[in-house]
């Protein structure tokens, strides 16, 4: 499951979200879900195109990340 840590930095909040290999999950873009940084469908009650953004983790971890 995706680990999210939270800081605040320089005055602003951000997020950092560790994933599992293979693991997906699909970002809020619309600033209206009650899961943020987490997309809840909340961009369906949008006006607009918003939607949110999938990010994958590869099935592996790459042999260039771990040098």
Partial sequence: MAKVTTEERDGRVRNTI???PGEQ???CR???SSRFPFCD???K???GKVAPVGVKAPAQPS???AS
Avoid: D, Y
């Fill in 18 to 20: 560790e994933l599992e």
């Fill in 25 to 27: 999950v699909w970002l």
């Fill in 30 to 32: 619309c600033w209206k």
């Fill in 41 to 43: 469908g909340s961009h």
């Fill in 45 to 47: 009650q949008v006006e």
């Fill in 63 to 65: 042999e260039r990340a």
